[in-house]
């Protein structure tokens, strides 16, 4: 009868030099940082592009009010409306309203930028007069 003799128990790791020990443990360990820091870049396009659309209604609303001569209702919508810290600045020209709506970046990752929205209504019949600057 043959006999059987049992495989040898071989450790892991065994038979390499011991450059490539944990070196799964490595690429792993960078692909989990990689896929965490496209996560955060995405969240972050994403909070500044809501940031904007919210910024641009605030401009949109405010030019509508200031356009009917209701200026301090303007502010108000833009409080409402727009990202916290955003400012409004009104300019009329003739019977033209613009807006401008600016408001930092979410998260504070760039403070030089901001965010700015621009609109333009026409001033209402009768309200040219009524307007505050």
Known sequence: MAEVVPAPVVAPGAGTTGRDA??????????ICSVIAVFALILTGAGALIGHLRCTDAAVEAARLVARGDRPRAD?????????????S?????DQVSTEVSAPLPGGFLPSQSLHARAVAVLEPGVEGLVVR
């Open 22 to 31: 944990g070196a799964v443990t490595v690429e792993a360990a960078l692909g």
């Open 76 to 88: 108000e919508a833009v409080g409402r409306i727009a990202p916290a810290g955003a400012s409004l």
């Open 90 to 94: 009104v300019l009329i020209e003739g």
